[in-house]
């Protein structure tokens, strides 16, 4: 059974860069047909998809959110990482590393979520 | 870009049915996720493409889809179902970049 966790400082302050790592088990980073994205959920309730990475190394990004995204892979840790720069009290959420089933699917499993507080 | 429009709450006493439901532009026409979050805890997938349940999964939990509209409903309401429901889609949008799109979810109170 696959299992995500994330993990990464819980305070940035702003105008620094927000850097996240989740960690895969049960399950390769590297096997076809998975997309790893990344997801936040912003204070209060919503739920927002970051950007994915494919097994490739190939990834994609929210418009919204795409000149301050990157993500990366280090398929020998089995892990994947997310940067986020030039953060603001806006970006201050929950942050959940997730599976993506299918090539247009839905997300299962999800990690546990991280909280990230943009403060100085 | 996309929305998908879900009522702020919904309320249903212990043992009768909730459905919450999702809105969109020729939803119909997309496949419909449905998540449970409880409180502190991550989301949790309970139906997927419109009207699958995951193994694990009650089958008091059910999903439809047709039109504009999609919905989740659950039968035999329990006080353990209390939680927010987001229902999801995925999107190309006008620059054929693919985006994951979340409902604003739905607060299931259990009277």
């Known amino acids: 059974q696959v299992q995500l966790q994330e993990s990464g400082p819980g305070l940035v302050k702003p105008s620094q860069t927000l850097s996240l790592t989740c960690s895969v088990s049960?399950?390769?980073?590297?096997?076809?047909?998975?997309?790893w994205s990344w997801i936040r959920q912003l204070p209060g309730r919503g739920l927002e998809y970051i950007g994915y990475i494919f097994y490739s190394g190939s990834t994609s990004y929210n418009p919204s959110l795409k000149s301050r995204v990157s993500m990366s892979q280090d398929t020998s840790k089995n892990q994947f990482s997310l940067r986020l720069t030039s953060v603001t009290a806006a970006d201050t959420a929950i942050y959940y590393c997730?599976?993506?089933?299918?090539?247009?699917?839905?997300?299962?499993?999800w990690g546990q979520g991280t909280l990230v507080t943009v403060s100085s | 870009s996309y929305v998908l429009a879900q009522p702020p709450s919904v309320s249903v006493a212990p043992g009768q049915t909730a459905s919450i439901t999702c809105g969109g532009n020729?939803?119909?026409?997309?496949?419909v996720h449905w998540y449970q979050q409880k409180p502190g805890q991550a989301p949790v997938l309970v139906v997927y493409?419109?009207?699958d349940r995951p193994s694990g999964i009650p089958e008091r939990f059910s999903g439809s889809n047709s039109g504009n509209t999609a919905t989740l409903t659950i039968s035999r309401v329990e006080a353990g179902d209390e939680a927010d429901y987001y229902c999801q889609v995925w999107d190309s949008g006008s620059d054929q970049v693919w985006v994951w799109v979340f409902g604003g979810g739905t607060k299931l109170t259990v009277l």
């Open positions: 020729n939803l119909g026409s997309k496949n």
């Open positions: 997730v599976r993506i089933v299918g090539t247009i699917g839905y997300f299962d499993p």
């Open positions: 049960g399950g390769s980073i590297s096997s076809s047909g998975y997309y």
């Open positions: 493409d419109d009207s």
